[in-house]
């Protein structure tokens, strides 16, 4: 330019020059700009799509030219769009997030520094000019030489786009120019955070092509090796975690970057430095019981499974991730001897005598059926040897509350063989500490054939006999069936409160026995609310049918004021069976227009109706309700006693069957007498 610039005389008078002014020849600059001048600034210049836009504008306003070195080399300058810009452009700002051992270093082939490389792809978003714009060069006669007076900045506005003020610079532009020996990475020894910043800075900006196959390897990141803070959380027992365990994660926390860009620094808990402190046997309390046992593995599992050589859970980790046959049995107590009860006792008769072992589940449920099969068979021979004929006179049918007195007796003698068996198994070796009163409530809750000799009684004619017999054993059934609500509520509420019946038990070692078991229970109590439910309607309906009156009944109903409205009604119905009267055609008498009396008797003024066949629904429906809960109770015992093989284990078993059979026995023959 200096060769082409020259002191011209700008103003005349006449053929004197009044003013002359340093003047740059442009047909000067077309001869004086060859190519091969611009070949030496154009690996430089062109490292931007809008650096080479800029140098072609300029010189083809210079020297009119349209290429720069070689013809067709301005190809796509002249009509630049934002996609340009291969892989796009950043802010500068984001130099802030690379670490410092970055943005000091040189490119391994250029050798040229960082920051230099930045500036080189750096623009703004609008082309800007430093100087004066209108003269933008000026010949200097001191240095003999032209001086530039404006510099343009490259801007955004090149691509016939818009973006926000500020500087930015070309991605593609930087990861072409900035390279980085793999081999020597500038933070390799600057710390493992350090060297994370690094090589996210890399992957945010330039992509994972600029980095090792294996680039994620060993960074200092969230994603698994280190757990924010924020993140973490503890297990539902922690209360129950020694002091030592608590203080890990102050012992172990760190610095790591958060993924998703650049690196965010975050305050993060080392998953290895805290895995390695940590074990399951080092928390006790509420950590080794049940859900929160569960919870407890489950945590360390997620958190420390898969760190290396980690080995803090025990081999049966599985099945304690899961409710065991203990926590599936809604009481905390167990029929089972001591822990010192496998020493050998001495006997009366000075012989050493080793603890019983427990007998077989097989074992247990044929007992079960002993008892209800004893009880049976006595009741079928009471009906066949006509036991109540023998009877018929017998003292207590005089007493209008008779069969609440039988019904009492035989609940009592089942309550009294519980009671002995409980004795039995006390005064047993390594069973001394069983409970009394829940052992007894729970035996209550077998099953028992009541609704089998009910039904034997009811085949038959229903005389005065039969009526206290059917009544009493279904009085008796029904004391034994509400102290049964213990147990079973009891069960119930306890899988309601551990999610059993809604999945809870998936995975549990003896799953099978014990969905049983709780299904058992809340059949039976569903069954029991029912009939409950109609027993008072029942009552209220009896109250409406028979009013208060006095009424010719057989001796054992006999009685100035009577006050059992069941007696009075069951009365009717054996009068009608001694005195022949066809239940499909009861007799009916009109006493004047509004008065009819159906039966065999006669009150003024009153009217009772009874009706055979609602009887013998109301004796049908009461039959299968029964057989429904024995049934339930059988599915209850069944489960419980697979489930509690080893903690429900009574020691002389058949000494305690054989008191159940003798006292169901006796109490079936008190009921047919």
């Known amino acids: 330019m200096t060769k082409c610039t020259g002191k011209r005389c700008t103003s005349h008078f006449g053929v004197i020059c009044t003013h002359h002014q340093w003047l740059t020849e442009l047909s000067c600059l077309n001869v004086a700009f060859p190519s091969s001048i611009i070949e030496s600034y154009l690996p430089y210049c062109s490292r931007s799509v809008l650096a080479k836009a800029q140098l072609y504008l300029w010189i083809r306003k210079v020297t009119s030219r349209t290429w720069l070195v070689d013809v067709g080399d301005a190809n796509g300058l002249q009509n630049l769009s934002p996609a340009s810009l291969a892989k796009g452009y950043a802010a500068v700002d984001v130099i802030n997030n690379a670490p410092t051992c970055l943005t000091d270093s040189v490119s391994a082939l250029s050798m040229e520094p960082f920051q230099h490389v930045m500036a080189s792809c750096s623009f703004a978003s609008t082309s800007q000019h430093t100087g004066n714009a209108a003269r933008p060069w000026e010949y200097s006669e001191g240095l003999r030489s032209m001086i530039a007076l404006d510099f343009e900045t490259v801007g955004y506005n090149l691509v016939r786009g818009r973006i926000g003020d500020g500087d930015y610079f070309d991605k593609d532009c930087f990861c072409n120019a900035f390279t980085i020996d793999l081999e020597k990475e500038p933070c390799l020894g600057s710390g493992q955070l350090d060297f994370t910043k690094e090589r996210l800075w890399i992957n945010a900006t330039c992509g994972s092509a600029y980095l090792p196959d294996d680039w994620t390897k060993s960074l200092k990141t969230t994603q698994f090796a280190y757990i924010p803070i924020d993140d973490w959380h503890w297990p539902k027992c922690v209360t129950d975690m020694p002091k030592q365990v608590i203080e890990l994660t102050d012992q172990c926390a760190t610095d790591a970057c958060e993924l998703g860009g650049y690196c965010k620094v975050k305050r993060a808990v080392d ?365 209850f015992w069944a489960g419980f006693i697979g489930l509690s093989s080893e903690e429900f284990c009574p020691p002389q078993l058949k000494v305690l069957t054989a008191v159940w059979t003798v006292f169901s026995s006796v109490g079936a023959i008190v009921m047919m007498i």
């Open 271 to 635: 998953r290895a430095c805290f895995c390695r402190e940590i074990r399951y046997d080092i928390c006790g309390g509420s950590c080794q019981i049940f859900e929160t046992r569960i919870d407890y593995i489950k945590w360390l599992h997620d958190l420390c499974g898969n760190v290396q050589d980690w080995h803090g859970l025990p081999d049966n980790w599985r099945q304690l991730a899961a409710p065991t046959p203990l926590d599936m049995i809604p009481w905390r107590w167990a029929l089972k001897p001591s822990n010192d009860s496998d020493i050998p006792y001495v006997t009366r008769s000075g012989h050493i005598k080793a603890t019983e072992t427990c007998a077989s589940n097989e074992s247990k449920l044929v007992s079960f059926a002993l008892v209800n099969i004893a009880t049976f068979l006595v009741a079928s021979l009471g009906q066949k040897t006509g036991i109540h004929r023998i009877t018929r006179g017998f003292l207590w049918h005089s007493h209008p509350w008779c069969w609440i007195f039988k019904g009492t007796l035989i609940a009592g003698l089942q309550l009294l063989a519980n009671w002995l068996n409980v004795l039995l198994v006390q005064k047993t070796p390594g069973y001394k500490d069983v409970p009394v009163i829940q052992l007894m409530l729970l035996w209550c809750s077998m099953p028992r054939p009541a609704w089998l000799t009910i039904l034997l009684i009811g085949v038959q004619p229903f005389g005065e006999t039969k009526f206290f017999a059917a009544v009493s054993s279904l009085f008796a059934e029904m004391i034994l069936q509400l102290i049964s609500l213990y147990p079973m509520v009891m069960t119930v509420n306890y899988g309601r409160e551990h999610n059993f019946y809604l999945g809870g038990m998936e995975g549990a070692e003896r799953m099978t026995p014990a969905i049983f078991m709780y299904a058992g229970a809340l059949i039976w109590l569903i069954i029991f609310s029912v009939v409950f439910a109609q027993y008072m309607r029942a009552t209220r309906r009896m109250n409406r049918l028979t009013r208060p009156g006095r009424l010719d009944l057989p001796k054992c109903q006999r009685d100035k004021q009577t006050t059992s409205k069941i007696a009075e009604l069951m009365a009717h119905l054996d009068v009608m069976d001694k005195s022949g009267v066809s239940e499909e055609k009861p007799l009916t008498r009109s006493e004047g227009r509004d008065h009819t009396v159906y039966g065999t008797f006669t009150d003024k003024g009153q009217v009772y109706w009874v009706s055979p066949k609602e009887g013998s629904r109301l004796y049908a429906a009461t039959v299968i309700s029964m057989l429904f809960l024995w049934v339930a109770q059988w599915s």
